[in-house]
């Protein structure tokens, strides 16, 4: 009994000992990483500290400059001064544009002082101006991120339709037109034809600002599948068909993006304005006063001028066999004049509805051999296709291509189209 009585005792004690330690190391653990301090931290735009100053947006108005801008601010003159006097390579105030956003940070008081000025030249470059003592300008860059997506849609109206009903950009929407121009004719599309895409979108803080590239097409018109598969043989990124051809041709098919025909090439046609029966030898594109206007292909300007039934106008010669030009433009380029050289694509002019027009459109004209004929329906001679070093790498790049095409979800024949 006595040695059970120890043995207890005995056992207690190095419990109570063992409760003691712990107590001990807790105690240590506490001491050495509690508590700890979270840093306050001061709310900022574009890097300036806003805490107790306020915030203004707006954009640059029409005929507005920079100076004007700060003058109304009340930016002093001596740092207005040190702007204008910039390096060009630094920032450029002759580049300021309407319609850009901008941004003031000015003391929260009676005072207003500017304390900075951000202006944005587009969604990724902003220039950070800070007023102190003296000017200091810091040129920035937002991270830019590329998405791959993948979209699909069914045609049950008409393309536009299509587009504002899966919130399409039209930048995705003129890439994929031009790239199947010659072999679809976006006009006279037909109720059902469905479409796949998987695209390349340049994203800034999650918003899309522009499209990369289109990484892969299906498009089902009037039950025949069309594919588009990008392609590079040393010479640029190219599109060809699942067999190898290319989809693209010397020229390119619409002169401004894809937009409503309003008046087609006839032989005869009731004139808007002479109120006469009359051939009409050019297609007719409707689009806004100032849309721009790009040349289907590489060339020399023939003619750039006015005249009392085409307006303004430009003529390009491309080759020894096609010549195209473009009427009653709002305006021609600057720089474009006879004999000089353009490229594929390159902005010539803008449309408008100068000369003999009832409204804002570009007549298309197009010569073949020194023929006037039918811009849409002439037969252009195909790109190179796929050469035959390449044709294996080619078809190993086809087949991955229209396996994850083909993985795309339909959309609904019901509702109109599926975004993913």
Not at 64 to 89: C, G, H, T
Not at 298 to 317: C, H, L, M, P, T
Not at 338 to 346: E, I, L, P, S, T
Request: charged residues 25%; contains cysteine.
């Amino acid at each position: 009994m006595q040695k059970l009585a120890i043995s207890f005792l005995y056992s207690l004690l190095l419990l109570l000992f063992s409760m003691e330690q712990k107590k001990e190391y807790v105690q240590q653990v506490s001491t050495t990483y509690f508590p700890v301090t979270i840093p306050h931290i001061m709310p900022a735009r574009y890097g300036v500290p806003v805490m107790n100053q306020r915030v203004l947006e707006d954009k640059i108005k029409r005929n507005q400059f920079l100076s004007d801008v700060w003058r109304e601010y009340n930016v002093p003159a001596r740092l207005i001064s040190q702007m204008a006097a910039l390096p060009r390579s630094v920032f450029d105030v002759r580049k300021v544009a309407p319609e850009k956003k901008y941004t003031l940070i000015y003391s929260d008081d009676s005072l207003k002082t500017p304390k900075a000025f951000i202006y944005e030249p587009n969604p990724i470059d902003y220039i950070v101006f800070k007023f102190d003592d003296s000017l200091s300008v810091e040129v920035c860059q937002r991270e830019v991120q590329l998405v791959e997506k993948e979209i699909s849609g069914v045609i049950e109206t008409t393309l536009f339709h299509t587009i504002a009903q899966l919130g399409i950009s039209y930048e995705l929407t003129n890439k994929f037109v031009d790239i199947f121009a010659w072999q679809v004719d976006f006009q006279r599309l037909q109720r059902g034809d469905e479409f796949k895409l998987i695209y390349e979108e340049l994203q800034v803080e999650g918003r899309p600002i522009a499209i990369r590239k289109i990484n892969g097409i299906y498009f089902n018109h009037f039950g025949k599948p069309h594919y588009a598969i990008p392609f590079e043989q040393g010479e640029g990124l190219d599109y060809f068909d699942e067999n190898g051809n290319s989809l693209r041709k010397a020229l390119l098919k619409y002169p401004i993006e894809f937009t409503r025909i309003s008046s087609r090439y006839s032989g005869s046609r009731f004139h808007p304005v002479l109120k006469v029966n009359r051939p009409h030898l050019g297609t007719d594109f409707a689009a806004p006063t100032g849309t721009p206007i790009r040349s289907v292909g590489d060339g020399i300007v023939e003619e750039a001028g006015f005249s009392s039934n085409n307006g303004n106008y430009v003529k390009i010669r491309h080759n020894s066999t096609y010549t195209t030009q473009y009427l009653h433009m709002s305006k021609i380029a600057p720089g474009i004049h006879r004999g000089v050289r353009v490229k594929q694509a390159q902005w010539i002019g803008n449309v408008g509805s100068t000369g003999l027009a009832t409204g804002p459109h570009l007549c298309y004209r197009f010569w073949k051999n020194g023929k006037q004929v039918d811009a849409l329906r002439v037969e252009l001679p195909p790109s190179q296709p796929v050469r035959a070093d390449n044709r294996q790498r080619f078809d190993e790049f086809k087949t991955e291509v229209m396996l994850r095409l083909q993985a795309i979800p339909s959309a609904s024949q019901v509702v109109l189209a599926s975004a993913f």
